[in-house]
């Protein structure tokens, strides 16, 4: 029986996060409330060319969310009823959800078996004359293999809107995520790597008509004010939300450091408790920079395991537990488990520990101590 010490880690603390930069968020905050300039207006001009400038792209365009980013996207591309969008049964709901939503079909390809990204080949073999857009998803903060998708694209001549929800800062051969294909989509959700007090996302272009489109459709379609072009919708970001993160943008660069930090000790104790053989780490590709949104690993007995360090008082989470094609929503794909079997070994294999940027290494010993404890099980 082991006599570690039992210590608590919760799975994200953004507490930690917040205690140091506390009085300029809440001087950012307070400016907002002093102007009355809540919906668009100068906060929201200043944040899209600060991301801008920090993602070196030509045009970023806040709205309210990654998932409306996702579907803002859409709609200024005309994707809709009859076309087929082709992206990865394994994400976040929201990156086939928004397909639906515009009445395309989902066309669900496969994962690599080892990033658990998109796979290049599945891609090329799912196009089909229907084929309007591909949408890599850069999962857990690493970048999809873009270049053989770029290609495609090029060949083909579909849009590659890039899924960077969880990437901002990663790279791929010096290109930084959302910066590569036709459009990138961000969300600052709190628990992001850069996130919000709430919801909040950005769309990235270089394509300056595509960016007109995007700010038209954000705020429904209308140019002038009470004129309608087109159908849009309500997607703008809150100046609050723009305030709070414009103070925290400077310091993703330093977080950033801290998570790979920590991904690399993590590492180094795995080797060090003998566990190397026992689980399946993240990989970093070469030319790739990964930016640990999640940190996550894969363990035997996934569910057991996690109940053990639950009852330790070591948050985790699954990231995803059932892969989009054997969503009950989406039944009418005609999927049947087996379709897509790296993504199903992922679902069921997969599990997220603490990588926070202010994560001790203490508390990381006590992750590793508890994971160690729950294999010898």
Request: glycine share 8%.
């Amino acid at each position: 029986m082991s006599t570690r010490t039992k210590t608590a880690v919760p799975l994200l603390d953004l507490q930690a996060q917040y205690r140091p930069i506390r009085d300029e968020l809440l001087a950012a905050i307070t400016r907002v409330c002093d102007s009355q300039r809540f919906i668009m207006g100068a906060e929201i001009e200043a944040l899209e060319r600060e991301l801008a400038q920090h993602l070196r792209v030509a045009e970023a365009i806040a709205v309210s969310s990654g998932t409306d980013a996702l579907l803002a996207s859409m709609m200024a591309l005309g994707i809709g009823p009859g076309d087929e969008v082709i992206t990865s049964t394994y994400s976040f709901f929201a990156t086939a959800g928004c397909i639906s939503r515009l009445g395309a079909t989902p066309r669900l390809v496969d994962i690599d078996p080892v990033t658990c990204n998109l796979d290049p080949a599945a891609v090329r073999t799912a196009l089909s004359p229907r084929t309007r857009a591909i949408i890599p998803v850069h999962l857990y903060g690493l970048c999809a293999d873009m270049d053989p998708l770029l290609s495609l694209a090029a060949e083909t001549g579909v849009a590659v809107i890039e899924d960077a929800c969880q990437a901002i800062g990663a790279a791929c051969r010096g290109r930084q995520a959302g910066t590569m294909g036709t459009v990138g989509c961000f969300s600052f959700f709190p628990s992001k790597n850069l996130g919000a007090f709430g919801d909040a996302g950005l769309v990235t272009t270089n394509d300056a008509g595509l960016a007109h489109e995007i700010r038209l459709l954000r705020n429904h379609g209308a140019e002038p004010r009470y004129f309608h072009k087109r159908i849009g919708g309500n997607f703008r970001l809150d100046a609050i939300q723009a305030a709070v993160l414009r103070v925290k943008l400077p310091h993703l660069a330093t977080w950033t450091s801290m998570r790979r930090e920590n991904a690399a000790r993590y590492a180094r104790m795995f080797v060090e408790a003998g566990l190397a053989s026992r689980l399946t780490l993240p990989v970093e590709p070469q030319g790739s920079f990964h930016i640990y949104n999640q940190y996550v690993v894969r363990v035997p007995e996934r569910d057991r395991v996690r109940a053990y360090l639950t009852a330790q008082g070591i948050g985790t989470e699954i990231y995803y537990p059932v892969p989009f094609h054997l969503q009950e929503c989406f039944a009418h794909l005609g999927h049947a488990r087996g379709d897509f079997p790296n993504a199903e070994r992922a679902a069921d294999s997969t599990l997220a520990l603490p990588i926070y940027a202010e994560l001790t290494a203490g508390q990381q010993e006590s992750v590793v101590g508890a994971l160690a404890d729950a294999l010898r099980e």
